[in-house]
């Protein structure tokens, strides 16, 4: 069974940048599993941000971007905003039309 | 504007068959492009993505819940739907339909959500 890894939490300063990764129990996060990554706030459905590890979808502010850093992949937020307080979660695509979300990581603005 | 609206009972009892509907509006579910899939949320927990089906009528199950899952689609409603069996009250959870992208070098992620459905399995 595949398990994909974030970091349960995670705070950054206003302004400030921060980099969210989502990792493998085995083995490494490449461009073929089109790692996406979603922004949840409290109550709402998620919203997509990031699809195939770098593309930003409509509407998302270019302080989000993503990547593949070293075997994991990552979102990253420059210029932190006190909404960009939310649950994210990444998802990887492993194959045979099945996908699997990360735990997802709680991001705090303080 | 693609639209997904989920619909079924908000109130399940244990041992019994939850089932849910997704109508899909402004936007065919024939549609070579796309995977129509379910995701759950339980209570303060992550996501989960359940099962996709494609136009064709291909269907995908997460290993974890397989022999529980079954997802179909009528395509005169251009709507799809989830029954899940034998629910336990670990299965309380709001319930999201979605459109997964599929073709293409930007594939296999969800961009389109419903608002979700909150489903709670309890006598």
């Known amino acids: 069974q595949t398990v994909v890894t974030q970091d349960p939490s995670f705070s950054v300063s206003p302004g400030g940048t921060v980099t969210l990764t989502c990792g493998l129990s085995s083995g490494s996060v490449s461009t073929s599993h089109y790692p996406s990554w979603y922004q949840q706030a409290p109550g709402q459905a998620p919203r997509t941000l990031i699809y195939?590890?770098?593309f930003r979808s409509s509407g998302v502010p270019d302080r989000f971007s993503g990547s593949i850093l070293g075997n994991k992949a990552a979102l990253i937020i420059t210029g932190a905003q006190a909404d960009d307080e939310s649950d994210y979660y990444c998802m990887l695509y492993v194959g045979s039309g099945i996908s699997v979300f990360g735990g997802g990581t709680k991001l705090t603005v303080l | 504007q693609l639209q997904l609206q989920e619909s079924g009972p908000g109130l399940v009892k244990p041992s019994e068959t939850l089932s849910l509907t997704c109508a899909v509006s402004s936007g065919s579910i024939i549609d070579s492009d796309y995977y129509w899939g379910w995701i759950r949320q339980p209570p303060g927990k992550g996501l989960e993505w359940i099962t996709n089906i494609y136009y064709s009528g291909s269907t995908y199950y997460n290993p974890s819940l397989n022999s529980r899952v079954t997802i179909s689609m009528d395509t005169p409603k251009n709507q799809f739907s989830l029954r899940l069996r034998s629910v336990t009250a670990a299965d309380t959870a709001v319930y999201y339909c979605?459109?997964?992208?599929?073709?293409?070098?930007?594939?296999?992620?969800?961009?389109?959500w419903g608002q979700g459905t909150l489903v709670t399995v309890s006598s």
């Open positions: 979605a459109r997964q992208r599929l073709s293409g070098t930007s594939a296999y992620y969800f961009e389109s």
């Open positions: 195939s590890t770098n």
